[in-house]
């Protein structure tokens, strides 16, 4: 796994060997979108499609909702990361953007 320099605590229930967790560990990084990059290219790597990387930056938005919804903070610039990777990941952003999986591998 790269390394993610982390400055904010993880959630307890976060673990960096699970998905979900290797997500929070991204979104915890000092520069969530980048990190959360970093590990998209990195499960396309490991053979997870678009549509597993995505459901996994829906689940991340669903939990920072859920906070939200609790009274717990947020972070915005964490929102503003899910946002943007899930565009890129969807192909809803410029051409030069795109974080698919064919063009992250590659050619053999």
Same mark, same amino acid.
């Given at each position: 796994?790269?390394?993610?320099?982390?400055?904010?605590?993880?959630?307890?229930? *976060?673990?960096? +060997?699970?998905?979900?967790?290797?997500? =929070?560990?991204?979104?915890?990084? #000092? /520069?969530?979108?980048?990190?959360? @990059?970093?590990?998209?290219?990195?499960?396309?790597?490991?053979?997870?499609?678009?549509?597993?990387?995505?459901?996994?930056?829906? *689940?991340?938005? +669903?939990?920072?909702?859920?906070?939200? =919804?609790?009274?717990?903070?947020? #972070? /915005?610039?964490?929102?503003?990361? @899910?946002?943007?990777?899930?565009?890129?990941?969807?192909?809803?952003?410029?051409?030069?953007?795109?974080?698919?999986?064919?063009?992250?591998?590659?050619?053999?």
């Amino acid at each position: 796994m790269a390394y993610i320099p982390n400055s904010k605590p993880l959630p307890q229930w *976060a673990n960096a +060997a699970d998905l979900h967790g290797r997500v =929070e560990l991204a979104l915890h990084a #000092d /520069e969530p979108e980048k990190a959360l @990059i970093c590990l998209v290219r990195e499960l396309y790597t490991e053979g997870l499609d678009e549509a597993e990387v995505l459901g996994l930056i829906v *689940a991340a938005q +669903a939990r920072r909702r859920a906070m939200e =919804e609790a009274g717990q903070p947020t #972070d /915005e610039h964490v929102e503003d990361a @899910i946002v943007s990777v899930g565009d890129c990941v969807s192909g809803f952003c410029s051409p030069h953007a795109l974080l698919q999986r064919e063009l992250t591998l590659p050619v053999s």
